[in-house]
């Protein structure tokens, strides 16, 4: 019996050694090289998906645990690259290097359909966990806010 995952809602069957993490599979299978490699430990965030929309670290998770779920890469987060997130990060001049900032956006937005208005200590706290080398972080904070006022009036 086949077994599929669902992927910016496209459905591709598992046709990979099922210990193969799901980073690998979205770069070297599926060519979605938005999500990074970074530390292979699942500790510095580059690697950041959408998991049933919950914020994973895909260099740690292995497609045999992904069947019949949703996964989201910043590839699919929106069609345009116009999610509040992106245009806030751009606005905020954000990027730097470029590198983490995948995972960093696919963090934040998970944290942001959890809690839509978090302060400041609660987007410190959410994305700790997301390492940015250039030292971005409280442009980071600041788009976050700004995302969840425009997604709060999108609403």
Known sequence: MSQSIVINGKTYPIDVDEDMPLLWFLRDHLALTGT???CGSGLCGACTVHVNGQAVRSCVTPIKTLRNQKITTIEGLSNNGDHPLQKAWLENKVPQCGYCQAGQIMNAASLLAENPMPSDDEIETAMQGNICRCGT???I????????ITLKKEA
Request: hydrophobic share 30%; charged share 35%; proline share 0%.
């Open 36 to 38: 990074k490699y970074g």
């Open 141 to 148: 904070k600041k788009a976050i806010s700004d995302a969840a």
């Open 137 to 139: 972080y409280q442009r």
